[in-house]
């Protein structure tokens, strides 16, 4: 049996992980900036307690639409989001994320600083689901997310969001309608970061506007960014040792945000790429020594019988 600490640490970052992969689709496949990414957790997060606690849905249908719900913001606000670029993009979302937060905070609708509570874990087979069942709900949902994000790789809208990432301009001449894929990307990007909200919001039971702020945002960048912007592996690598480092530093936790600021200098300074980009060490020690061609396999000494 699994502890109830461990089980805690390994849905947090498992949630993280479909954030990080959710942020990824609008920053790493489209190359959109995002400083306000919690935001859409946050939308996700209240939606899905709102339609638990007060209109008496389900958690297999609040969750679901907690997604929906976060995907449609996400379009409203990609259309003024993509008339501009660059640094003015990462202010325009960055202001987004404050707007949100002030939103749950000073809204007494949602509940104020107080925020809200009585969100349970879903209930199936006549019970309430354990922590360690919570994990594999998760787990399996995220598992599809990844499935379907390899299948759109493949097909004519991942082609169209690397030509978008490499050179916009390019992409347009050649006859790729920009606009509608950049809003596509953040439609599916909020949309899974709203999912993970729900799932947030029913594994904490109890949600305050302070746990969608600013430096949320930032952590969920620094996943993207550690683990490999635009690479499909590096922001879950990036989600799971981020998620854990903060358990190690817990018993010097005064100086834990110091180390953490230190290592992520480091990455930028050594391993701009990410673990897992493609100049990075990583890939290279595992094309060279691990998944090595077949051609460059070393060959055996001495002559071979006729």
């Not at 990414?37 to 389900?58: C, D, K, N, Q, V």
């Not at 995220?142 to 082609?159: A, C, E, Y």
């Not at 620094?222 to 990036?238: D, E, H, K, Q, Y």
Request: one cysteine or more.
């Amino acid at each position: 049996m699994i502890s109830g600490y461990l089980i805690t640490i390994l849905i947090t970052i498992i949630i993280y992980a479909m954030l990080a992969h959710s942020l990824n689709i609008i920053t790493g496949h489209a190359g959109q900036i995002s400083l306000g990414h919690a935001a859409f957790l946050g939308i996700g997060a209240y939606t899905s307690a709102m339609l638990y606690t007060e209109a008496g849905f389900p958690f297999w249908l609040s969750v679901p639409l907690s997604g929906l719900v976060a995907g449609a913001i996400g379009a409203l606000l990609a259309i003024p989001c993509l008339r501009v670029r660059d640094d003015f993009l990462a202010i325009t979302t960055m202001g987004i994320g404050f707007v949100a937060e002030a939103v749950f905070l000073y809204t007494p609708f949602f509940g104020g600083a107080m925020g809200i509570g009585g969100i349970n874990l879903p209930n199936w087979f006549g019970r309430e689901m354990t922590k360690s069942e919570y994990f594999l709900l998760i787990v399996l949902v995220f598992g599809f997310l990844l499935f379907l994000d390899h299948r759109m790789g493949r097909s004519w809208v991942g082609l169209a969001w690397a030509s978008i990432r490499e050179d916009e301009q390019a992409a347009g001449a050649m006859g790729v309608d920009v606009v509608r894929f950049k809003v596509l990307a953040f439609i599916l990007g909020s949309a899974i970061a709203g999912l993970a909200g729900g799932f947030y919001a029913h594994f904490l039971t109890f949600i305050m506007p302070q746990n969608f702020g600013f430096g949320q945002s930032i952590v969920i960048l620094c996943m993207v960014v550690f683990g490999g912007i635009g690479t499909r592996w590096g922001p879950i690598l990036g989600a799971v040792i981020l998620g854990i480092l903060p358990e190690i530093f817990r018993p010097i936790m005064e100086y834990r945000t110091f180390l953490y600021g230190l290592l992520l200098l480091a990455m930028m300074r050594f391993q701009p790429g990410g673990i897992l980009g493609a100049e990075s060490i990583l890939p290279k020690v595992l094309r060279r020594y691990i998944f090595r061609p077949a051609s460059e396999a070393p060959r055996p000494q001495g002559g071979a019988s006729r």
